[in-house]
Every structure is written in C-alpha cells, then in structure tokens.
C-alpha cells in the first residue's frame, strides 16, 4: 500500500444526546455559525445552493469550524448510534482488551485511557515524555471501511454487544454520503466544478471515532497539561463531530491566544477543517487548534468537584488513500506545498500519535 516513515511527514503540517443542551451565546455563533444545510442538499435552486456553499466555505476561511443544521441524519439515528456506542465502552475492560488497536495503518480497534496522546507536535520523543506525563483522559474505539482487504475491523461478539456493528456500519455510510455533500458545498464555494473532489473521496478511507470521557476529579482535569484531549488539528478532509451536552469543546481563535467553548446545540454537528484539506486548498481553509477540557463541574464536596462523564463520535473523513493531494485550482498564486499521497500522509500523522 504505502510506506509508513513518520518522518517524512514532519513539515507537512500547513501554517446524543444525554438531555439537550442550551443554546450557544452570540459571540459563539459568530465565531462557529450554524449554517443550515437544507437547501444545498434538497437541490433546490443553484443560486440558493450557491448561498449555502459561500457561507460554508467564508467560515472555513475563518475559523475553519461550522455548526451545520439541516444536515438530513435523523436524530433518533444519532441517539442510538450514542446508546450503542455507551453500550460497548460499558463492556468489561477485558472484553475491551481483546480488540485492541494495533497498528496505525489499520486505525482500527480500541483504545484505552492513556494510549493516545494528540498534540501538534511531531517529534516522537516529544509526543511520549507528553503522553507519560499527561495522557488524554479518554477510551475510543476505532472503525474504518468494513471491506478493506488489508485490514479488518475489531468488532464485538454480537452477543456481547448487540445490533453495535450493524448500527456502526449504517452511520459510517450516512457519514460518508454526507462528506460527499459538504465537500460538493466547498467545490462550489470556491467557485470549482461542483464534483471536482467527487473521484478523490469515494473510497471511503474514513475513521469513526467513538468516544468516551470517564468521570474524572475536576482538579486532575485543571492539571498542568491536562486534558480530555490535548490541543491538535484533525488530519483529513473533514471532520464530522457528534457530541452530547456535558460540553468542553474549545476551538482556538486563530487571530489570538484564546480557546472559545464550542457549545453543543442541539441537533447540530460541529464540523471543522482538517489538516490534508487546508493543504489542498493551500491554507485558503483553515485547520484550527481545539481541545477537550473540562465543563462546568458538579461538586461533590466542598472541596471537591467531579468532571462528568462525556460521550462524543468523530467521523474523520479522508481523501481516498491512494489519491493525489495537489494544490487545487482558485487558491493563490504560490503554491505552499508539493502534491502528497493522502494515505502516507495520514498513517504518518497517527503513527506518532498513539503507544
Ligand atoms: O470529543 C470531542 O468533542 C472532540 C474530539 C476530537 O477533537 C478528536 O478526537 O479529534
Ligand atoms: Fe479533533
């Protein structure tokens, strides 16, 4: 397939629904807008379209992250999706073992608390005196394309986690089918032929992350470097973020040092930027910092605080493995980067990442 030498990478980087949740304050929304995908995706007229692809697109070039209403998933599909992704972080540790993730090429299998560590940084050494000293508080359990002749998918017994690879395998196609959608949004938005990226993502290289944050001591959490998850840019196209209402979220403004919280709001998904399609688009979109932190705290003593649990679902979407990843048309005149295979780019970046 490709070869694996993270160090070939390390220039690359570019310059449920548990109760629903209150809506974010204005100064949120303007910074992450909830852009409402209906009419791009009911064809309505190609003007209207048209006004939905700019709006996407002028808030990519701005933050690099949207809430997108309107996006067609139902939202009794994404609740389930939640309720059997909780059902298997609830299995024993030692079922959960047994599927554990093994290798960056395959991406797949779980995770547990402690393996990972998400950082912009590249350098190996750095990433685990990092990892040992201040893990991301979180388990996740990994899923790529189900067909793929190289590598399998870690699942469950169906007896010990019902319906889970069926539900898993019908979201990670209504995932798919809407990347398709937004990335037709970006190609309009910069004003490109509508499919131009149509051929280069159909594969379905994607990653569905599922997430789980235990219950954790708010002061732990407010640690030196502590996180639920460090602050890091995603690696691919896009990322589709499903999250539940416990919150801690931050996006980080790229015009100055600060973290804003990126809210839920009910029935939307957070969608952001990721490393390879800023590259593509040579920075004209934005891949932007953001972290996991803790919410506001429930005490349980006086001196005590406890950090809730958290339960939230990626969907990294990718470029096909073996596709071409070369400055797109419409996007400056001086080009940053040379073409890149996005396969080797990504298994790159997530080799570095993990234990
Ligand atoms: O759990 C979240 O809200 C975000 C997780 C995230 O950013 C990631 O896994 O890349
Ligand atoms: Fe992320």
Redesign the pocket.
Known sequence: MFSLRPSRIAHLIPSTRRGLARAAPRSVQSFIPVIDFTKFREATGEHERKLVADKIVSAFKESGFIYLTGHGIPSNTIQNTFAKSADFFHMSSQIKDRLAWEDPRSNRGYVKVGRER?TQSLDPTEIATLRAKAPDFKESMEIGRDWDSDWKNQWPQESDAPQFKQTMLNFYQTCHELHVHVMRAIALGLNLEESLFDAKIDKQCHNL?L?SYPPISTALLQGEGQAR?GA?S?YGTL?L?F?DSVG??EVKNPHSSTFIPATPIPETIVVNVGDLLARWSNDVLRSTL?R?VAPPAEKISDTESMTPARQ?I?FFCNPNFDAEVACLPNCGKDVKYPPINAGEYIVGRLAVTYT
């Open positions: 998400v992350r997430l998850a890091h995603d990322t973020l999250q801690g979220l953001h996991v939230s990626a």
